[in-house]
């Protein structure tokens, strides 16, 4: 018996859809087999690696492309490891991506000439505004005319062991025996 056209094409869009699920199903138990596992997120992260650099070249923040993955390409990882995933397996990229963007610690960075800044340029001086907040902290007065010493004439002689005793309450040992 001859089919139309018309069933032809349902049933194999209806075969194709069934391969997708399958696909798809298989996908998820390999995925949740391999979850939790020692390094299983940058089992995931390694193939897309040249993905994650173009991203990272786009200026993206590590929260964007942690969201790209998860969304476009259906990578679930935590955003530590997709950073962790850069810092370690991709550093002469991350260094260059810190440097690009201004974002991180400024001695992480390095400049599109592949050299690093100089201890000048990251020991950067107090704004006028950050000045103001430090003057207005410490006040008027120095550490030295803050501090008084003590006058001499006020000084207490030390405790002896039997004012001591007496002000904590204990028994002498050495009048004190148990055995008489």
Request: aromatic content about 4%; charged content about 35%.
């Given at each position: ?18 391969a997708a699920e399958l696909e798809a ?145 204990q028994i002498d040992p050495e009048t ?5």
């Amino acid at each position: 018996m001859f089919k139309r056209p018309e069933d032809l094409i349902a049933e194999q869009q209806e075969a194709e859809e069934m391969a997708a699920e399958l696909e798809a199903w298989l996908a998820k138990e390999e995925a949740t087999e391999q979850k939790n596992r020692r390094g299983a997120g940058y089992r995931l992260l390694n193939p897309v690696r040249a993905q994650i650099a173009l991203l990272m070249q786009r200026g993206k923040t590590v929260k964007d492309i942690h969201r790209a993955l998860d969304e476009a390409l259906g990578i679930k990882v935590d955003l530590k490891t997709v950073r962790k995933f850069m810092v370690d397996h991709m550093p002469e990229e991350y260094a260059s991506y810190l440097g690009a963007t201004k974002r991180g610690k400024k001695e992480n960075r390095v400049f599109r000439d592949e050299s690093k800044p100089t201890d000048e340029e990251l020991q950067a001086p107090l704004t006028p505004v950050e000045q103001a907040e430090v003057d207005k902290f410490l006040g008027s007065a120095t550490l030295e005319t803050q501090v008084k010493p003590a006058e001499p004439s006020a000084k207490k002689p030390p405790l002896t062991a039997g004012d001591l005793r007496a002000m904590t309450g204990q028994i002498d040992p050495e009048t004190y025996r148990s055995d008489e």
